[in-house]
T-cell receptor, first 116, second 113 residues
Framework: GAVVSQHPSWVICKSGTSVKIECRSL??????MFWYRQFPKQSLMLMAT?????????EQGVEKDKFLINHASLTLSTLTVTSAHPEDSSFYIC????????????FGPGTRLTVL | GDSVTQMEGPVTLSEEAFLTINCTYT??????LFWYVQYPGEGLQLLLK?????DKGSNKGFEATYRKETTSFHLEKGSVQVSDSAVYFC????????????FGGGTRVLVKP
């Protein structure tokens, strides 16, 4: 139980284009989803926290107009990197948590974004 | 603010060696403590956790004990395998922070046959 998927697992795009990454909780309702960014050989940096049906809360220094987060349902959150540039290349990981016994964070497998 | 400090890697070991990864934390109150493991190219998997002082988390031969007096949560395994090669992250969840996790920098472990 408590499986989280991400799609796509990797994506390559041209500079200036937008990329959407999906995060789904497959077998539980995720009241909260988190988006992280991980640089090579570094720790995870929390970008934002989103609760279903409300606006995401962004961490300091994260551009909300650059990284659009939508949490429209209890099983799906999306991260859109708008007008991507090479410096946005990174590994993006989402996690989801529910309530009760599933209030821990369960992590997706990650999405590797490469912007050319 | 809350923070987690763990030993820098990489840690290189031979198979069947003893592994220790140190982790200390700073937090207000009594946080929950976690160890996550990340295999190459994958997301994080929860390895073990402890929610109060003196609790011992254990899983897959790994153990860690929540030590309030030393604010530590060191990870240990008595006999590592090549398949334990991964990056290990110590993390805390403060009670006032909801489900938000604070991660340490990660420790890369390489086990050689």
């Amino acid at each position: 139980g408590a499986v989280v998927s991400q799609h796509p697992s990797w994506v390559i795009c041209k500079s200036g284009t937008s990329v959407k990454i999906e995060c789904r909780s497959l077998d539980f309702q995720a009241t909260t989803m988190f988006w992280y960014r991980q640089f090579p050989k570094q720790s995870l940096m929390l970008m934002a926290t989103s609760n279903e049906g409300s606006k995401a809360t962004y961490e300091q220094g994260v551009e909300k107009d650059k990284f659009l987060i939508n949490h429209a349902s209890l099983t799906l959150s999306t991260l859109t990197v708008t007008s991507a540039h090479p410096e946005d290349s990174s590994f993006y990981i989402c996690s989801a948590s529910g309530t009760g016994l599933i209030n821990e964070q369960f992590f997706g497998p990650g999405t590797r974004l490469t912007v050319l | 603010g809350d923070s987690v400090t763990q030993m820098e890697g990489p840690v290189t070991l031979s198979e069947e060696a003893f592994l220790t990864i140190n982790c200390t934390y700073t937090a207000t109150g009594y946080p929950s403590l976690f160890w996550y493991v990340q295999y190459p190219g994958e997301g994080l998997q929860l390895l073990l956790k402890a929610t109060k002082a003196d609790d011992k988390g254990s899983n897959k031969g790994f153990e860690a004990t929540y030590r309030k007096e030393t604010t530590s949560f060191h990870l240990e395994k008595g006999s590592v395998q090549v398949s334990d090669s991964a990056v290990y992250f110590c993390a805390l969840r403060a009670r006032a922070a909801g489900n938000k996790l604070t991660f340490g920098g990660g420790t890369r472990v390489l086990v050689k046959p």
